[in-house]
């Protein structure tokens, strides 16, 4: 997701502010700019794609005085990424930096739009450094003209400004997005959003509570409160391991992107469901035109992922879907009909064998689409239409939050499909809307879950194996929690259909056997009910995952009473991630990096 970084000071500002955004490129990003007033003047510099390309623009670009700058790097939300919706955006003589979503922009950029203020960029960013030249008729100073500005936006920000007319400062303010100040030996001020880009350069940082603004100059860090008090900044000490600090005080990337799972949910969302319909803007009207099928095809966790799809696809667009393991449908010479759209899943858009069946299917001729969260990446160059899930950056080898946010895709592009081909009624839609609105909520980790799991898992850490039961869509979510609890644990895991039980597996009931049932209340719940009680009365120990108490259980995880399954669904996909996290930190392997594995499999 985007990143930050400032500088005002002496040494050489080019540099600090490509190193610092070079620090924060493992959070993902499109595009990057830097801005830099010095002697007065302002040289600014956007590219498109990886910081080389930036550094490529700027090698000519000399910062050997005192100056002040600005840095970004975009993961694009409002607009496409281009170099004009790049940030640092230009006013007339002021440019901006931004991280979030300021909520009101249509409204202010209209007003703006009518006072005859032009607009070069598609994003939100854009209004505050126009609304800041506004305020600065409008006021006495640069600093009350910003402070005029914050009062007038709306959501979630952290913002860095600078202006010509007061060429010795840095304006900032933070408001639900993070940013942090530092300052070295000579007095020099640092910014930035995260703090990697400091470490090496600030032993103290000061970070900024919401409501927070002001402005930096060579001698001064000024900070008021969102209740317009001027407060002294409080420094701490800055962490000296950039690893560690990259973690955000978590003690794995897992556990880090778990938690992450509602803000990458949201940003999933943004743009792309209003009030009343699901908008996929990258998306042309008639692409679906003709297409009477849907075939999915991924491997791993974005092929569990493609599985709950199938489910809302047929449930709610009622259009024929089948799901298909990659690496078995490459050499299986399927056949392939031109109405149907071929879907390929991938959080890094460079498994071999998944865009090997793209390329397959594309050869045959059939509509592709890619549902990826790597721009760029070969699948998203290859699919006729892709759709960014917006995960930001996964580091840790077994994926939590790309699963997450490809669901959300899926769930939103059957809805989309139910508008277009008129199988869900506008009340109906609007019923889901609401639903999938209250995932971020749904996703937040609970820290008395948390402490829970944490102290379940010390009896789970040998037996002869787990099984992960569930029904309809919760029987992929069984199939990704036995595929998470593997790949870190190490244990024998495996995810069944609940109902499938008893042709078979429940045989290996004992008290060794762990079964780890998903029971849902607004889906099936007597049904699977049922299932868990027969392994039950064979003596296997049974967690059971629910909002409604289950006596026959040995474990139980409550989880919230929601109004519909899907919600269920999201919170059960955190408590399975996170018992197998706490299962693995019990065994003391390595969360992040597990044995035999790699991020991103890009041989057959
Ligand atoms: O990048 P992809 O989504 O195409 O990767 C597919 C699988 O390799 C991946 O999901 C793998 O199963 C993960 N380690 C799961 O945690």
């Avoid at 003047?41 to 700027?58: H, I, M, P, R, W």
């Avoid at 099936?524 to 009680?533: P, Q």
């Avoid at 040995?554 to 999201?570: A, G, P, V």
Wanted: one cysteine or more; glycine letters at 6%.
């Amino acid at each position: 997701m985007c990143g930050i970084v400032g500088y005002l000071g002496d040494k050489n500002t080019k540099k600090i502010l490509l190193d610092g955004l070079k620090e924060l490129e493992y959070r993902g990003y499109d595009s990057a700019g830097i801005a830099v007033l010095q002697d007065g003047d302002f040289q600014s510099y956007k590219a498109v794609g990886k910081l080389l390309n930036l550094e490529e623009k700027t090698k000519d670009f000399i910062t050997e005085k005192f100056a002040v700058g600005i840095g970004h790097t975009r993961w694009a939300t409002h607009g496409k990424p281009t170099e004009l919706n790049a940030h640092p955006h230009l006013g007339e003589s002021s440019y901006v930096v931004h991280n979030g979503i300021i909520e009101n922009y249509a409204e202010l950029k209209k007003e703006l739009q009518d006072d005859g203020v032009t607009f070069l960029s598609q994003t939100d960013t854009e209004v505050i450094v126009h609304q800041f030249e506004k305020n600065l008729q409008l006021t006495s100073s640069a600093f009350e003209a910003f402070e005029k500005t914050i009062s007038e936006l709306e959501g979630a920000y952290a913002i860095l400004l600078v202006t010509k007319g007061e060429s010795e400062t840095i304006f900032f303010a933070k408001h639900g997005s993070p940013m942090l100040v530092g300052i070295d030996t000579q007095n020099d001020k640092y910014f930035a959003s995260s703090d990697t880009p400091l470490i090496g350069h600030c032993s103290d940082v000061n970070y900024f509570d919401d409501g927070d603004y002001g402005y930096v100059t060579k001698e001064h860090i000024v900070v008021f409160d969102k209740e317009k008090q001027q407060k002294e900044p409080q420094f701490t000490k800055l962490a000296t391991n950039k690893l560690s600090a990259q973690k955000d005080g978590y003690r794995f990337f897992m556990e880090k992107e778990i938690y992450e799972q509602s803000d990458v949910i949201a940003d999933t969302l943004l743009g792309r469901v209003n009030d009343t319909e699901i908008l996929f803007d990258e998306l042309e009207d008639e692409f679906f035109n003709g297409i009477e099928e849907i075939k999915l095809c991924a491997c791993g966790t974005s092929y569990h992922a493609a599985l709950s799809a199938s489910y809302l696809f047929e449930r709610h667009s009622k259009i024929k879907t089948s799901v298909e393991i990659a690496s078995e449908f490459r050499y299986r010479e399927p056949i392939m009909h031109q109405d149907t759209l071929f879907v390929v899943i991938s959080q890094s858009g460079e498994t071999a064998d998944t865009l090997e069946t793209l390329k397959m299917a594309k050869n045959a001729g059939l509509k592709t689409l890619v549902i990826c969260n790597v721009d760029n990446s070969s699948m998203v160059r290859l699919a006729d239409a892709s759709i960014l899930t917006r995960a930001g950056v996964e580091k840790g080898v077994a994926s939590t939050k790309a699963f997450a946010t490809q669901v959300s895709i899926f769930w939103m592009l059957s809805l989309y499909l139910a508008q277009l081909r008129e199988t869900l009624s506008r009340e109906m839609i609007q019923e889901q809307i609401t639903l999938l609105r209250a995932v971020p909520a749904a996703v937040k980790v609970d820290d008395t879950t948390h402490e829970r799991i944490k102290r379940l898992s010390k009896r789970y850490l040998h037996g002869h194996g787990f099984f992960f039961i569930g029904r309809d869509i919760f029987f992929p979510l069984a199939l990704e929690g036995a595929l998470k609890l593997k790949e870190i644990s190490y244990l024998h895991a495996e995810g069944y259909p609940s109902g499938e039980m008893k042709h078979g597996p429940i045989a290996l009931a004992d008290p060794e056997l762990f079964t780890i049932a998903l029971l849902p209340q607004n889906l099936l719940y007597e049904k699977t009910k049922s299932n868990v009680e027969e392994l039950s009365a064979r003596d296997s120990t049974i967690c059971a995952i629910s909002p409604i108490t289950f006596d026959k259980a040995d474990d139980f995880i409550q989880t919230k009473h929601h109004t519909s399954y899907m919600l269920e669904f999201f919170e059960m996909m955190v408590v399975v991630q996170l018992l197998s996290l706490e299962i693995s930190v019990r065994l003391g392997n390595d969360v992040d990096m597990p044995r035999n594995l790699a991020k991103s499999v890009t041989v057959e």
